[in-house]
């Protein structure tokens, strides 16, 4: 338990201690190397999207998604380091798991998480280096001072569903900053779909599917034009319950879809009117997995695996190909700054991300023994549920600390049809046409490992197996080594206490508590 | 489990959704009622202080308490509602619980808790209400805009140390806020004595008990004539072991406890120098239990009794008494507006606390069937054990949300000595001669109910015990009734989840999840 971590005291100085004033200091405006002048980027991040889309093999229709992925690399590995909104938009926007940025939950009411105030976040960065900022619909990180944007319409000043699923007013918004030539810029925008909305609004249907489809009472969205989905004929992923109920919310999932894929298009067309398709790189993806049991929240694959899309007007080689390259949304920032042609204020060393940008040139041949990391804190206030994980091609190593209490479940999803479908039938004892039961739902084990390769659908924990405790002792090492980089405050729990002031300076220590 | 909530909607939005700039409104400079002329308060808070004071029968020699109390109403049954530094002094200074402010936990480095921005303060409230507000000390609570004071000299701006424990320091910045006559005014001292500092300035000792003391590298404060204890003669509490370790950290934490005495006798003496002794109210009292075992961060007494002193130049009828009313650190709040004739900016129903002034004129006869409340969330952010309490003059009843962890320990307290001792003789299977061990001081039931009368020392917990149910009946809906009135988020944990929008606007319930 006692763990010298000489290492951890310098990185953690480096980044937190220093302010955020000093990131332009040695840089000012970076030369951006270029191709054909300016170079902007767009980022488009969809809200709880999972794969649910043509170019993934899904039959929901998304044909202008599916005509950017001829014009992508696809990512068949990309992962969220984190499953849930607030945090996940904060490491996107940072490059540092929320552990590290201090985004610990969500942004919104009670729950009221913020970054620390000394966080460098792209936009701040990219500001400080004469690339115009703007953003566009969700934003959901805090606090302002940490992601400004010189354009900035989102919930904090609109109707989240008007600046989130009005494509017609997300168009003009977008139309509104192109009309401001300043190059280089940075739009990111976050589309509000497919999350839920029947907690709040159910009178739009569960995933708001209804909303500004021209029925009474229900709005007018112009430029969209709605699909609907027959429950029977949708596909039931497997770690949702093949019931009518669970149908009928997939189904409504899938015309939300439709709605996000349309407005891409229209983004995507406003682009092409104003002139900036031939210099523009874009990044499309979704901050975590789609909220249904073992998605949005946890670190299962139906949580972490992301879609995503990266599309340079430059580098056109592998339009259309897939890579399997380990990928984080912890490499959108390394990924963006690289396009820009600006180093991080910190150093090279102060993310764990990696650029995507060489990978529009080739796949890494041979790949390297990559892996992606993730870090969950708490979603919201009451739902404290610490995981740490890593991810390699092979296996998943799972750290819950807060394992003997049952698994949280947030109130969006809670109230959901197909979690209400669940108690339902669980109070009732009628079969549950499911993968798990509540009762293994909500308890796990401390550590799990899954043998991806014999068993993608994470069923089997085979963490105590004698044959794998050399995988367990390697990918144990790695992610306590990602956790001391990224100077996690959770690095000794449960079982432990850091110490890493006083005499402890010099070298941080795990104290042991003898109390599991 | 299904419990239908209907005035909770109320109390909520009427709190939190408002605005604090609406503070002033139907309100301005209120008349206030004058007893001789202005009338000022002085608050001071110590930090981990318990009942290591004359006046409350120890020898530890604080004569300048001593002295205050023959002049104060002195409690005999003051609490915290929460036992932890940043939580409980945002109550001292809201009058609303830490979950029903925001402040779930410490306010620095990687906690960074802060309270709600709409949250109305008693500073802010004064302020809006002509009385000149100033802080000197520590004050660790965010952000600023809910705690504003005119006049502020504390950890923002200075050494927490110098501004917290250098009673000579302190002496001036008391004499500086005193020079500006401008009445009515409210001062608010945060001494830092007899906080721990042995984990980050170790050099000074255990307790600081070194800092200042004149020796070589430990500074000069001027003021302060030190005494120190023999480790064989100090008062051992019931719920610290009986080992030289402990008796040496006591015996610190008394030498810590005169520095705040001798801070006291100049602050008071200031306020008679300026001509102010005559018309202000003073508070004195502290944060939360000392740092022992049982104490910070436990809803056990050794953790929720606080001393407290009131005295009134004006009301002296009482003076030297004892008081036996239950009494809250959520009154302090209550009691300064109703010293200084302002309402709370939404309404007297907006606090669950009461003005303690009534009490300086007579003990209420017969008492009523009085309680008082507690609610626990983190403390650091890894700590999350989120609990809830009723204590009432016989039984005390402990929800412990978080239950099937084990408690968790702060980076400060497993540091000490006294727990660093109790490690070690654990683990060498050494005699503790401690009331607990760790192992049952870890793992706490769900509910935990105390007999005070039979049992002061919670030694048993009669929670299922068939003669104390209609006891457990009883206080059970008395706590759930407070957690209704002060919107917790936590109402519903850890078997539910509370759903209060939508179709449950109008009855926020608690939505089971069998998970227990």
Redesign the interface.
């Given at each position: 338990m006692l763990m010298p971590r000489s290492i951890r005291a310098k990185p953690w100085s480096r980044i937190?201690l220093l302010h955020v004033f000093l990131i332009s200091i040695g840089h000012g405006f970076t030369e951006i190397p270029v191709h054909n002048g300016m170079k902007n980027a767009l980022v488009i991040v969809a809200d709880d999207a999972g794969f649910e889309m043509g170019l993934y093999n899904s039959k929901c229709l998304t044909p202008n998604l599916d005509a950017l992925s001829k014009r992508s690399l696809i990512f068949n590995n990309a992962y969220t380091s984190v499953s849930s909104c607030s945090p996940s938009r904060s490491t996107i926007l940072t490059g540092l798991p929320n552990h590290q940025n201090?985004m610990?939950g969500l942004n919104n009411g009670?729950h009221?998480f913020?970054s620390?105030r000394k966080t460098a976040s792209l936009s701040a960065i990219l500001a400080q280096n004469g690339v115009r900022t703007g953003i566009i619909g969700k934003k959901h990180v805090g606090p302002n001072e940490v992601y400004p944007f010189q354009f900035s319409e989102t919930e904090e000043n609109n109707d989240i569903d008007q600046v989130g699923r009005n494509i017609t007013k997300i168009k003009l918004l977008v139309r509104e900053f192109l009309m401001q030539k300043t190059e280089p810029f940075l739009l990111y925008i976050g589309f509000h779909d497919p999350h839920r909305c029947?907690?709040?609004?159910?009178q739009y249907g569960e995933f708001c599917e209804l909303f500004g489809n021209k029925q009474e009472g229900m709005g007018n969205i112009p430029d969209w034009t709605p699909i609907y989905y027959d429950p029977e004929e949708v596909h039931v992923p497997y770690f949702v319950q093949d019931t009518p109920a669970a149908r009928q919310d997939i189904a409504a999932q899938w015309a939300s879809m439709t709605r996000l894929d349309q407005g891409i298009g229209l983004v995507l067309k406003e682009f092409e009117d104003a002139g900036f398709a031939s210099n523009t790189l874009i990044l499309f993806t979704s901050d975590n997995g789609i909220s249904f049991p073992s998605g949005r929240t946890n670190l299962y694959d139906p949580g972490m695996a992301e879609p995503m899309l990266l599309s340079s007007p430059f580098e056109t080689q592998r339009h259309n190909q897939i890579t399997y390259s380990m990928s984080s949304l912890l490499d959108v920032t390394p990924t963006l700054l690289d396009w820009f042609g600006v180093e991080h204020p910190y150093g090279n060393d102060a993310l764990t991300g990696k650029s995507l940008l060489p990978l529009l040139i080739k796949e890494p041949d041979p790949f390297p023994d990559d892996a992606v990391f993730a870090s969950h804190?708490l979603h919201?206030?009451?739902m404290?549920y610490?995981m740490r994980a890593i991810r390699t091609r092979k296996h998943k190593l799972i750290h819950n600390l807060?394992f003997?209490?049952?698994y949280p479940?947030?109130?969006d999803f809670?109230?959901s049809p197909t979690f209400q479908d669940l108690?339902k039938r669980?109070?009732s004892k009628e079969p549950l046409n499911w993968y798990k039961n509540?009762k293994n739902y909500?308890y796990r084990e401390e550590w799990e490992l899954y043998d991806l390769k014999e068993d993608p659908e994470e069923r089997w924990n085979v963490y105590f197996k004698s044959s794998y405790q050399p995988v367990v002792k390697k990918l144990k090492a790695r992610l306590m080594e990602w956790q001391n980089k990224t100077m996690d405050?959770?690095i000794c729990?449960?079982g432990g206490?850091?110490?890493d002031?006083?005499?402890y300076l010099d070298h941080p220590s795990c104290?042991?508590?003898?109390?599991?």
């Open positions: 937190l201090g610990y009670v009221h913020t620390f029947g907690r709040r609004t159910p804190s919201e206030v009451t404290y610490p807060n003997k209490m049952p479940i947030d109130q809670y109230i108690i669980t109070s509540l909500y405050p959770w729990s449960p206490v850091l110490e002031v006083g005499k104290l042991p508590l003898f109390n599991l």
